[in-house]
């Protein structure tokens, strides 16, 4: 059953509120989640879980993709491929959640495989498209478009050969092609931010792609990762920067994704770390972006990607007390597919433009985002927890 919206309360969303979060599972759904969670909240579990589904999915047994298959993929992905897909974007727009589909392949490392991505986006778009709204944004991985050596090279200011220079500047076609396409059929590009090391590389591209495509509206939309100690000030800059050039900023905010691999990289290589010194200094970022970008919301379109319900809370006070219509083109929320479902459809609920990041593709390209998923929501950072504790009240609630 459709959640309704809202449209006659000022009322803030109540993230509490587990009768709208878990509206759009049946019973059976929902016990089932409740024991996938339960799983996923043993550390142990997941540590050698992972290191076990990986090796039995790259030998192909024949058990381990239908386990993978039922289990973690049905939670966390919408499908092998993108009709596949339907029934899950369709499940989301029935509670007034838009899509952002993303092709789940990555770290791939060879010309077809990186023409493959961009031709899989291009076919994400154009579904996109003919979606009736459903999903008005597609994401897409750099590192799906070109090798991470080149990009390093790039970033090092290394001097290229010719074959180097011949593959950097294929690597831009592909990203152009993308965003063109997107441009023509009316769809925005989400591009995801990256290790450090390559960051400044993929900023760059972006930076062409959003000059050349975000004139009159925003298509192309940079990451910014706010753990990262450096990214407040390149945010403020970033939007200085595209004033003055005469285009709109694309800002997606997250927290981050790779702090222990960017730790211990600046550790035995002797740099600086780039990330926070703790996670109270990287919400004041977080927090001090959506604030900029509120500000500045004639030239900014901003995406708040996050699980954390006081940063979903101050977007969302930021918008009543400065009048900014909860519709707002350039305000948008976001969550993964299959978690934080008690942010996602009650903020859907009290009338936000608010999405799932639905990933799709086979099993065997999805498991290292599968994994990555699952440690998260180990007990190690809590997510698990939350959930089940969330998940487990809805369960007492109906009394199933």
């Given at each position: 059953m459709a959640n309704t919206v809202d449209t006659t309360t000022t009322k803030l969303p109540d993230f509490s509120d587990t009768a709208t979060a878990f509206a759009h599972l049946s019973d059976q759904e929902l016990k089932k989640a409740a024991w996938l969670f339960r799983m996923m909240n043993r550390p142990w579990l997941v540590k050698y879980g992972s290191s076990l589904g990986l090796v039995a999915v790259e030998w192909n047994l024949p058990f381990a993709e239908?386990?993978?298959?039922?289990?973690?993929?049905?939670?966390?992905?919408?499908?092998?491929?993108?009709?596949?897909?339907?029934?899950?974007?369709?499940?989301?727009?029935?509670?007034?959640?838009?899509?952002?589909?993303?092709?789940?392949?990555?770290?791939?490392?060879?010309?077809?495989?990186?023409?493959?991505?961009?031709?899989?986006?291009?076919?994400?778009?154009?579904?996109?498209?003919?979606?009736?709204?459903?999903?008005?944004?597609?994401?897409?991985?750099?590192?799906?478009?070109?090798?991470?050596?080149?990009?390093?090279?790039?970033?090092?200011?290394?001097?290229?050969?010719?074959?180097?220079?011949?593959?950097?500047?294929?690597?831009?076609?592909?990203?152009?092609?993308?965003?063109?396409?997107?441009?023509?059929?009316?769809?925005?590009?989400?591009?995801?931010?990256?290790?450090?090391?390559?960051?400044?590389?993929?900023?760059?591209?972006?930076?062409?792609?959003?000059?050349?495509y975000n004139k009159q509206t925003v298509v192309v939309y940079n990451t910014y990762q706010m753990y990262r100690n450096d990214r407040l000030q390149f945010l403020m800059e970033s939007a200085d920067r595209a004033r003055e050039a005469g285009f709109m900023l694309g800002a997606k905010l997250v927290r981050g994704a790779y702090m222990e691999k960017e730790r211990k990289r600046a550790e035995e290589m002797g740099y600086p770390n780039p990330i926070n010194p703790d996670k109270q200094t990287t919400d004041d970022h977080y927090n001090t972006a959506l604030r900029f970008c509120v500000d500045h919301i004639d030239e900014i379109a901003v995406c708040n990607a996050s699980h954390n319900a006081q940063s979903n809370l101050l977007l969302a006070e930021l918008m009543e007390q400065k009048g900014i219509p909860r519709n707002h083109p350039n305000t948008m929320f976001s969550q993964l597919y299959g978690m934080s479902d008690n942010l996602t459809f009650n903020l859907a609920k009290s009338g936000y433009r608010v999405s799932k990041y639905v990933p799709y593709g086979q099993v065997h390209d999805v498991i290292p985002y599968l994994i990555r998923r699952a440690q998260e929501n180990s007990s190690v950072t809590g997510d698990a927890s939350r959930e089940l504790g969330l998940i487990l009240q809805e369960v007492e609630r109906r009394g199933v």
């Open positions: 239908k386990i993978i298959r039922h289990t973690i993929f049905e939670q966390f992905v919408g499908g092998s491929t993108l009709l596949e897909s339907q029934k899950s974007i369709d499940r989301l727009a029935d509670s007034n959640a838009l899509t952002i589909l993303d092709y789940g392949a990555e770290a791939k490392e060879t010309e077809q495989d990186f023409n493959h991505t961009m031709n899989e986006n291009i076919r994400a778009i154009d579904f996109a498209s003919q979606s009736g709204g459903k999903i008005p944004v597609i994401s897409t991985k750099i590192t799906g478009l070109a090798r991470f050596a080149l990009l390093e090279q790039i970033q090092s200011a290394a001097t290229m050969n010719k074959e180097e220079l011949t593959e950097y500047r294929n690597a831009l076609k592909r990203l152009d092609t993308i965003c063109y396409h997107a441009a023509q059929k009316g769809v925005a590009v989400f591009i995801d931010a990256e290790e450090s090391w390559i960051q400044d590389a993929l900023d760059h591209l972006v930076w062409l792609m959003m000059k050349r």
